[in-house]
């Protein structure tokens, strides 16, 4: 009997080595299971504020691109309004320079009937020069007359 309780106790003993083994490494595996599962919760918080965030970004985003579409409707009419400005600009620069090319024509009307008017100026003062000399001429030779009339010789 005396084998049998050495026998007994050994396989105890080595049962129960075995038990604090298998006991350590479950309690080792309960750890790093709580280490695990606080490891997850940490990282479901994270992953909820992650997506959090990013429905915070897409509304902003959603309201960027509503503002992005009223721009560009303002762009549109500022373009809109762009392009008829340069037409009536360039409608405005047509008639200026036909204005311009009449102006340059009735200038160069008036500087021709300046000149006719002095070249016929310089002729009224030759007729008039003309005028004056014959009208000398004819008091001269009135003059003259007057002298060598035969009433004036005889008185």
Partial sequence: MFNFTKKYSDALADANKKTAGI??????????????????SQKTDEL???CKAQSIMAEGVKKCIES???????LQAVAAHLDLSNKRIF??????????SSGDEWFR????LEFEVLIA???LKKIENERDSAIKMCE????????????RKQG
């Avoid at 992005?68 to 303002?74: M, S």
């Avoid at 001269?140 to 009433?151: D, Y």
């Fill in 23 to 40: 006991s350590a490494k479950y309690d080792a595996a309960i750890i790093k299971i709580e280490r695990l599962e606080d490891e997850l």
């Fill in 109 to 112: 009307r008036s500087i021709k």
């Fill in 68 to 74: 992005l579409y009223a721009v560009q409707n303002q």
């Fill in 91 to 100: 409608e405005l620069m047509q008639k200026n320079k036909a204005l311009k």
């Fill in 140 to 151: 001269l030779l009135q003059a003259e007359l007057m002298s060598n009339s035969p009433s």
């Fill in 121 to 123: 100026k310089d002729e």
């Fill in 48 to 50: 909820n504020q992650s």
